[in-house]
């Protein structure tokens, strides 16, 4: 690739927004929060320092921003339409259902009935979708702190329309650790669909052990689950957060299991930990049979032997697991590192 196909350009560290350098051949239309740029653009998010993943666009859909984060919809030609919030990318298209189905229904299966289901986060509604495919859910609260996103989630993610329209989601905007403080009733299955700890952000102290002790914990019935999205779990990204995480749910749950899939929009192996005070049942050929009995419809990722198969780690990372001594507190957090928002041609 010759060097005039490589020009880049540099956002201001403190700009959290969206960064633009028309060009010469570059076509922008802007029509009611429409913005389109064609001939050969690309996304970029910064995956660590010196290194990048690049998405080739065909369009920016919608773009907007909150009080909290920047938000776009873009239309990519390789995996679809993404959501990127703060310059990250959230889910793709054509591969969120590993990430969701890896989020959602591995505790909804080990619970014997699950009836309740709180989210934390989640304002896309993907993990409100899969949990609604459980015949025996009665309600799902999905608590998000962002009016704003969950707004542009339910206007332009057709996907999850049903969902958001489902009788059975009790969607809420407020901060999850207020939300969870204030109610009365206790819940089968909490879920931490949450960013990632980044420093200055909202969300790193849902992942404190004060936080999971002191309010999470006592929010949970008997038999209940906490589950939790990880961060980055590859063999040179665990370390961020995903350790971490683990270690301090080991902190506050009798039973906690860490597990691993690989999401190709994310260009690397992703993490959840799951944690209760009963033990988890893995036996593959009891899962297949809880998913025919309990799921509406058909998983296109998870079955019983591939999420057995997810809780098997690569001797690296394990060995880190094992050894990790990091617990986070409000005084002291790990941070993931930041990833800013490029468009170049």
């Known amino acids: 690739m010759g060097s005039e196909a490589l020009e880049f350009f540099s956002c201001d560290n403190n ?4 960064c633009y350098e028309p060009k010469k051949n570059i076509i922008m239309e802007e029509t009611d929060n429409l913005s389109i740029i064609h001939d050969g653009s690309w996304f970029e998010e910064e995956i660590d320092v010196d290194l990048k993943w690049s998405f080739a666009l065909n369009s920016v859909l919608h773009k907007g921003t909150s009080e909290y984060q920047d938000i776009a919809l873009l239309d990519t030609k390789h995996f679809g339409k993404i959501l990127v919030i703060d310059g990250k990318m959230q889910s793709a298209e054509v591969d969120e259902f590993i990430y969701h189905e890896c989020l959602i229904h591995p505790a909804l299966l080990c619970h014997p009935n699950p009836k309740n289901v709180f989210i934390m986060g989640g304002g896309e509604g993907s993990a409100a979708r899969e949990a609604l495919r459980h015949k025996s859910m009665e309600k799902v609260v999905m608590c998000d702190i962002d009016k704003e996103v969950v707004d542009f989630c339910k206007k332009h993610l057709t996907a999850n329309h049903e969902a958001f329209l489902h009788k059975k989601l009790n969607l809420v905007i407020n901060d999850a650790k207020a939300e969870l403080e204030q109610r009365q009733e206790k819940f089968d299955i909490i879920v931490g669909d949450l960013a990632d700890p980044v420093e200055g952000g909202p969300c790193y102290q849902l992942y404190t052990k004060s936080f999971y002790q002191n309010i999470l914990k006592p929010k949970l019935n008997d038999t209940g689950i906490f589950v939790t ?10 370390k961020e957060v995903f350790s971490s995480i683990y270690n301090t749910t080991k902190q506050v749950f009798k039973y906690v299991l860490a597990y691993t899939a690989h999401v190709p929009s994310f260009a690397d192996t992703w993490g959840w930990v799951m944690a209760s005070d009963q033990p988890f049942c893995l036996d593959a050929g009891k899962l297949d049979k809880k998913i025919a009995e309990r799921i509406e ?12 198969s997810s809780t098997i780690l690569n001797k690296t990372v394990a060995k880190t697991l094992k050894n990790e001594s990091h617990v986070y507190t409000e005084d002291d957090a790990r941070f993931i590192h930041g ?3 490029g468009f170049r041609n």
């Open 339 to 341: 990833h800013g928002l």
């Open 229 to 238: 999205q990880a961060g980055p779990a590859g063999v040179f990204t665990h």
């Open 297 to 308: 419809g058909e998983l296109l990722y998870l079955n019983g032997a591939s999420f057995f």
């Open 15 to 18: 700009n959290n927004g969206f």
